[in-house]
């Protein structure tokens, strides 16, 4: 991880400033919702070090961190690393910002993100699908471990404090799927940038931990995964592409599970071929194996479990023409949705694709005859990748003008957290 920037790593960074911007606009867009200001009144400490990212009081750092990953991750509005199968950005920058010094630069902030990518994209290459399929949620898991991991970079620290706060962030790994639809689901975010700087705490209090977290025997990967790693692959693989690179980050156009995606274009391509709800007979909608494995709520109660209910996403779309992210709030569901739910069914007979694709196939029964719309590669998916455009529009609605600021500093060299920070407020 301590390794030297590769020669080009322009591209590098030219990627993890749209994934800082991105961040920045779902944090900014969550920062008035009911559950975040609770949170913040909960854990907000008058006369606490650390600002609390886009909100006017301060905290303890690690409290800073579990706030903003909290809020970042609240809409389910941001990045996704397919690797990972998890949000990448929400925990990293969350603890980043939360040990970050006024003067730090933002560059070496961005550099320690990009490394704590390569820890979530690596890891979930050898534990995935089976760990996410097992019903753990990586945000919560993996991320824990990456989010220590940039902080190492982030502090230069040295080898053996490296292996120390590895260690510690691995022992508070948690985090399960079951917990989607709910306040809980954007929690392990944040608890995950928290158990990293909670870990980076411990290193800078000198107490003792394994020197040996992810040995084969009883090591964090056997432990969680039933798994034996083998550290000569990582070196030969890391940043060889780097993992934000190849396969890349998803950046979101809607506030649902990327899981959805895929069948949430297919019923836009269908709205514009003109099918409508009202013509619709049946609806079968296809997956892989275990494709649709985190949309677990086919009949939502609410908009926040609808954000996991591809049934909810799609019917919005044929009735509406799109989804309206303020459907996805934590308010109930209007009434006709539970009338008309009985023409859906699910299967899962496609063929798996690869780990940048999301296969969905929607099939639609008019008037008898079967009228399909299949998508593996979304718009937001590394193969189809969001227009930068869409990026800062995001930020634009989370800021108003103040935006062209932010992405400045963001885009520049030589910027500093305290630059950035008082531009967000």
């Known amino acids: 991880m301590h390794q030297a920037q590769p020669e080009d790593s322009g591209e590098l960074f030219q990627i993890a400033r749209s994934a800082l911007i991105d961040y920045l606009a779902s944090l900014k867009l969550a920062d008035r919702e009911v559950a975040v200001q609770r949170l913040v009144e909960q854990l907000k400490i008058e006369g606490g070090d650390t600002e609390i990212l886009s909100q006017s009081v301060t905290t303890t750092a690690e409290r800073a961190a579990l706030i903003n990953g909290f809020q970042g991750h609240y809409l389910d509005y941001d990045d996704v690393q397919p690797n990972f199968r998890g949000h990448p950005s929400v925990t990293i920058f969350s603890a980043l910002f939360a040990i970050a010094a006024p003067t730090d630069q933002i560059e070496d902030l961005l550099w320690a993100y990009i490394q704590g990518v390569e820890v ?11 760990h996410a399929v097992s019903g753990w949620h990586s945000t919560a898991t993996i991320g824990s471990i990456a989010s220590a991991s940039a902080i190492s970079v982030f502090k230069r620290l040295s080898v053996e404090n490296t292996v120390a706060i590895l260690s510690v962030a691995a022992s508070q790994t948690a985090g399960m799927l079951f917990q989607a639809g709910t306040d809980n689901k954007p929690l392990h975010a944040g608890l995950a940038a928290r158990n990293a700087v909670t870990a980076y705490q411990i290193v800078q209090a000198g107490l003792t931990t394994s020197e040996d977290p992810f040995n084969n025997r009883n090591g964090w990967f056997k432990v969680i995964g039933d798994l034996e790693v083998n550290a000569t692959n990582w070196r030969q693989t890391w940043l060889k592409p780097a993992q934000i690179q190849t396969p890349g980050l998803w950046f979101k156009q809607h506030q649902f599970c990327s899981a959805a995606i895929s069948g949430y274009d297919a ?32 009949r939502p109660q609410t908009g926040q479990q609808g954000k996991f209910s591809i049934e909810y996403i799609v019917w919005q779309v044929l009735n509406y023409g799109d989804v309206d992210d303020q459907k996805f709030a934590a308010l109930p569901i209007e009434p006709q949705f539970y009338t008309d739910i009985e023409i859906f069914s699910r299967t899962n007979d496609l063929p798996q694709g690869s780990v940048t694709s999301r296969p969905a196939r929607l099939e639609v029964f008019v008037n008898g005859a079967s009228i399909v719309s299949e998508v593996d590669d979304p718009l937001g998916s590394p193969a189809n990748p969001l227009p930068q455009e869409k990026i800062i529009d995001k930020l634009q ?21 305290s630059q950035l920070v008082e531009a967000i407020k």
């Not at 103040?402 to 992405?407: D, G, I, L, P």
Request: with cysteine; glycine share 8%; aromatic share 6%.
């Open 267 to 298: 019923a836009v391509d269908l709205w514009q071929k003109g099918i409508q709800w009202k013509d619709c007979q049946k609806i079968v909608i296809h997956y892989p194996q275990n494709g649709d494995r985190v949309l677990n709520q086919p």
């Open 397 to 417: 609605r989370a800021i108003g003008a103040q935006s062209a600021q932010v992405e400045k500093i963001v885009r520049s060299t030589n910027q500093t957290v």
């Open 120 to 130: 979530a994209g690596q890891f979930g290459r050898l534990l995935n699908p089976h």
